[in-house]
C-alpha cells in the first residue's frame, strides 16, 4: 500500500506542476491577478506531495518489502539501516526521485521565502521552476517508476554494491542534487527575469542566496566524494578525470563563474547578459551532470543501449532543456544591455577575466569529458584522461590563481597599476620565499607542483590581505566568506601539489614481524586476523608503526573485505593522519607462503586539499549568511520607513 | 570491437604471471618512470580507472609488463608505443596528436581566444 500511496503522491505531484504552469503562465502573460495569488500555494503543494513520494520510498527500502522490484534489486534485509534508507537514492529511479524532491522542496521555499522580487517576475520565474519539474516526473512516471511491483516477490534482495555502503554515499548524492536544484533556481530566475525584461541588481541579489547555496553544496559535495574515493578506492588517488567527476565538476565551475558575476551585476550594475548567459550555462552543465551520469552513457556506451527508451528519453529532455533555455537567451539578450560598464583595471575587470578563465577550463572539461562520446560516434575508440587535463587545465587554472590573488586587492569602477602593485608587494614576496625554499629539494617534481606551491604561497597572503588594517569585528560577514574561500583555494591547491610532488610509495610483501619503510614510517606485519561484519567478513592486517626507530608505535589495522550478497571484495584502507599528512594502508593478496601484499604511502600535507575545500565551502556559508542578515535588515528597514 | 579481440587474445597470455604487479623496481628512477607511465594507461575491464589505481587482475599484468619493459631499459614513451599498437589509442589516457584528435588538442586554445574576444567586447564600450 505504501508504494501505491507513493505513486499516487507522484503523480498529484506531477499534476500541481502543470497546474502551477498554467497558473503562473497565466498570472504572467494574462495578466490575471486571481491567478497569481494562487501561484505560490500550488508550488508549496508541490512540494510537499513530492517531498511525501520520497517519503514513501524510503519507507519500503526501511520496511525491506521485497515486492517492490526497486527494493529487490538493490537493498537486502541484513543491511544495516543507515544504508536501508540511503539505499532508497544509491540507484537510478530513486536518485531521479530525490532530485525532484529536492526541486520540489526548492520551488515551495522560493514560493514562501522570496518577497523582495517584483511579482511578474516571482511569478515567470516559479512558471519556468514547474516547467523543468515537469519533464523529471515525466520522466520517472513514465520510463522509471520507482514504485513498480515484482511479483512473485523473492525471498531476499540482491544488495547493494558493497563500494557504496559507506556513510559516504548517505550523503554525496544529496549534496550534489541540492547542488544541482540550487543552480535549476537560479536558472529560473534567470528565465523569470527574461521573460519580464527586468534583468538588473534586484533580480541579481533574488537570485545571489540561491547561486550561493548551490554552489556551498556543490563544493561540499565534491570535496566529500574526492575523499570517498580517496579513502574507499585504496589506490590513494583523490581525482581521477572519471567523466562522473567531470560531471560534478562542471556545474561547480559554471557556478562559481556566476556566483562572481551576479556579485557584479548585483553591486554594479554589469555584466547582465554575461549573467543570465552563465546562468543558462550553469543549468545546462547540471542537466548534463544529472543526465548523462543517470543514462549510464559517460561510463559505458553499452548502458545505454541497454535500455534505449529510458535513455532516448534522456536526451530527449536533455535537447529540450538546454535547446529551450539558449532560444530563449538568444530571442530576449538582445533587449538586454549589458549594464554599467568599467575599466580593464578594476575588480570588474579581474571579475571578468576570472569568468573568463574558468569558462575555458569548463569548456575544457566538457570538451574533454564528451570527446570519446564523439570519437566513438565517427569509429574512433580513444580515451582522455588525466595527462590531456594536466597539461591543458592545469596552466589555465594556474594563470586563474594570479588573478584571485589580484581580484580583491582592486578597487571597484577603476584601479592604478602602480597601486596594485604596491599592494601585491607581500604576496609576491611570499611567492618568492616559497621558490627559494621550494627549490633545493624539490626541483625534480616537475614545473606544475612546483608552480602550484609558489603561486599558492602567494595567494595565501593576498587573501588575507583585503583584512590588513580593518577593524575585524566591523568587517562584513561575507567580506570574511571570500577571504576564507580564497584562503581555502591557496590550501587545497599546497595540498594537491604536496600530493603529487612529494608522496612516498612502498609495495611490499610482509611476513609475520618483517619491516619495511615509507617516508619518515617504520612498518611491521605484527599479525593476521579474521573480522565479522554486520554483512561481511574481513581479513585484517595489524601493522605496528613508528616514526623513525625511537617513535611510540601505534597499530593500523587495514582489511580485505568480502560481501556475499552481491559477491564482491574491497579494501578498507587504513589511515593515521598527522599534523603534516596521512600515512595511508592497504592490505592486498596473500601470495600464497606466508605473506601479504600491502601498499603504504606517505602522503606529505595531503589532508590540505579536502581542509582547503572545507574552508571554500565554509567562505561560502560565512557569505550567505552575511548576505542573508544584510536583507533581513535592509527588509526591516523598509519596514521601519512604511511605519514612519 | 578490436579491443575486446585484442583483450581475448591476450588475456591468456598476460594471465599467467604478474610478478611485478605489486613489486617496485629497484632503481627509483625507473619506478618513478613506470609509476607516470601506470597513471596514464588505461584499464581496459575497469569503468575510468588507471591500471595504476585498480584492484583488477588485468591491471596488475599491465602493470607488471610495464615495470619489466621500463627495467629492460625501454623509454616509457616506447612502452606507451607499444601498448597503442597493442591495444589502440583506447589504452592511452594522453591522446596522441593526429588526425582524430586534433580538434582536442586545439579546444583549449580556441576556447580562450573566444574567450578573450568576448571579453574585450565588455571592455571596449568603457568610458
Redesign the interface.
Known amino acids: 500500500m505504501i508504494a501505491e500511496g507513493g505513486l499516487a503522491a507522484l503523480w498529484l505531484a506531477a499534476v500541481m506542476a502543470v497546474l502551477q504552469l498554467v497558473v503562473a503562465s497565466s498570472a504572467v502573460i494574462g495578466g490575471r491577478a486571481e491567478m497569481a495569488r494562487a501561484v505560490r500555494p500550488v508550488a508549496i503543494a508541490q512540494g510537499l506531495l513530492t517531498a511525501l513520494a520520497m517519503l514513501c520510498l524510503i519507507l519500503v527500502f526501511v520496511q525491506s518489502d521485497m515486492s517492490v522490484l526497486l527494493v529487490a534489486e538493490n537493498s537486502h534485509s541484513l543491511k544495516p539501516m543507515m544504508y536501508k534508507i540511503a539505499g532508497a537514492w544509491g540507484n537510478h529511479e530513486g536518485s531521479m526521485l530525490l532530485w525532484v524532491t529536492i526541486l520540489g522542496l526548492a520551488g515551495g521555499a522560493v514560493a514562501i521565502f522570496e518577497r523582495r522580487l517584483d511579482s511578474r517576475t516571482l511569478n515567470a520565474t516559479i512558471g519556468a521552476q514547474a516547467l523543468i519539474a515537469m519533464g523529471f516526473y515525466a520522466f520517472l512516471l513514465f520510463a522509471s517508476n520507482p514504485f513498480a511491483r515484482l511479483f512473485p516477490s523473492p525471498p531476499d534482495g540482491n544488495g547493494l554494491n558493497p563500494l557504496l555502503q559507506d556513510p559516504g554515499l548517505a550523503f554525496h548524492p544529496p549534496t550534489l542534487y541540492v547542488g544541482y536544484v540550487g543552480i535549476s533556481v537560479a536558472f529560473s530566475f534567470a528565465v523569470g527575469a527574461l521573460v519580464t525584461r527586468d534583468v538588473g541588481p534586484a533580480f541579481a541579489r533574488a537570485m545571489r542566496p540561491w547561486v550561493l547555496g548551490a554552489w556551498i553544496f556543490l563544493t561540499i559535495g565534491i570535496t566529500a566524494g574526492s575523499y570517498w574515493a580517496y579513502y574507499e578506492l585504496g589506490w590513494g588517488g583523490w581525482w581521477f578525470w572519471d567523466p562522473v567527476e567531470n560531471a560534478s565538476l562542471m556545474p561547480w565551475l559554471a557556478a562559481t563563474a556566476l556566483l562572481h558575476s551576479v556579485s557584479v551585476l548585483a553591486t554594479r550594475d554589469g555584466l547582465r547578459a554575461w549573467t543570465i548567459m552563465l546562468a543558462v550555462v550553469a543549468f545546462s552543465m547540471s542537466m548534463i551532470g544529472t543526465f548523462l551520469v543517470r543514462s549510464g552513457i559517460l561510463t559505458s556506451v553499452h548502458a545505454f543501449a541497454v535500455d534505449p527508451k529510458r535513455g532516448a528519453f534522456l536526451l530527449a529532455l536533455l535537447a529540450i532543456y538546454i535547446g529551450g533555455a539558449l532560444a530563449l537567451f538568444a530571442a530576449r539578450i538582445g533587449t538586454v544591455r549589458q549594464g554599467n560598464t568599467f575599466a580593464l583595471v578594476s575588480r570588474e575587470g579581474a571579475l571578468v577575466v576570472n569568468n573568463l578563465l574558468l569558462s575555458v577550463i569548463l569548456g575544457i572539461v566538457l570538451i574533454g569529458t564528451l570527446y570519446p562520446l564523439a570519437a566513438a560516434g565517427w569509429g574512433v575508440q580513444l580515451s582522455v584522461g588525466k595527462p590531456f587535463f594536466d597539461k591543458t587545465v592545469g596552466p589555465v587554472a594556474l594563470a586563474l590563481v594570479v588573478f584571485i590573488a589580484i581580484g580583491p586587492l582592486l578597487r571597484w569602477r577603476r584601479d592604478e597599476i602602480q597601486a596594485l602593485l604596491k599592494r601585491m608587494t607581500w604576496p609576491v614576496a611570499a611567492s618568492c620565499a616559497a621558490l627559494i625554499v621550494l627549490v633545493p629539494f624539490a626541483w625534480g617534481v616537475g614545473f606544475l607542483p612546483l608552480a602550484a606551491l609558489v603561486l599558492a604561497a602567494g595567494l595565501a597572503v593576498a587573501s588575507v590581505a583585503p583584512l590588513w588594517g580593518r577593524n575585524l569585528r566591523r568587517t562584513p560577514l561575507f567580506t570574511w566568506g571570500m577571504v576564507v574561500a580564497h584562503l581555502g583555494v591557496a590550501v587545497s591547491l599546497t595540498g594537491m601539489a604536496s600530493d603529487s610532488a612529494f608522496t612516498k610509495e612502498t609495495l611490499a610483501v610482509l611476513r609475520q614481524g618483517e619491516t619495511r619503510a615509507v617516508g619518515p614510517y617504520l612498518v611491521t606485519m605484527t599479525g593476521i586476523r579474521p573480522v565479522v561484519g554486520p554483512n561481511w567478513s574481513a581479513i585484517a592486517a595489524d601493522l605496528s608503526i613508528r616514526r623513525g626507530e625511537g617513535g611510540a608505535p601505534f597499530i593500523l589495522s587495514p582489511e580485505s573485505r568480502f560481501f556475499a550478497s552481491p559477491t564482491t571484495t574491497t579494501s578498507e584502507s587504513a589511515i593515521a593522519t598527522r599534523l603534516d599528512g596521512q600515512l595511508y594502508t592497504v592490505l592486498g593478496q596473500p601470495d600464497g607462503k606466508g605473506g601479504w601484499q600491502v601498499r603504504l604511502w606517505w602522503k606529505p600535507f595531503v589532508t590540505l586539499i579536502w581542509l582547503g575545500g572545507g574552508l571554500i565551502g565554509l567562505g561560502g556559508a560565512l557569505s550567505f549568511l552575511g548576505r542573508i542578515r544584510r536583507r533581513k535588515r535592509a527588509v526591516y528597514d523598509e519596514y521601519e520607513e512604511a511605519v514612519a | 570491437m ?2 575486446v579481440f585484442a583483450l581475448l587474445i591476450a588475456a591468456p597470455a598476460l594471465a599467467q604471471k604478474a610478478p611485478l604487479a ?3 623496481l629497484s632503481d627509483p628512477a625507473q619506478e618513478a618512470q613506470a ?1 607516470a607511465l601506470m ?2 594507461i ?1 584499464c581496459v575491464e575497469c ?4 591500471i ?4 583488477a587482475d588485468i591491471a596488475g599484468n599491465m602493470r607488471s609488463l610495464i615495470r619489466e619493459r621500463i627495467k629492460a631499459g625501454e623509454s616509457p614513451e616506447q612502452v606507451r608505443a607499444w601498448l597503442i599498437q597493442r591495444y ?8 596522441p596528436l593526429g588526425g ?2 586534433w580538434p ?1 588538442w586545439a ?2 586554445f580556441v ?2 581566444v573566444i ?2 574576444a ?2 574585450r567586447s ?2 571596449r ?3
Not at chain 2, 52 to 55: I, L, Q, T, V
Open positions: 578490436t579491443i605489486d613489486t617496485q609509476k597513471e596514464t588505461r569503468q575510468g580507472q588507471a595504476a589505481d585498480s584492484n589502440g589509442d583506447y589504452i592511452s589516457y594522453d591522446p582524430a584528435t582536442l579546444a583549449p576556447l580562450l574567450g578573450i568576448i571579453a565588455s571592455f564600450r568603457k568610458r
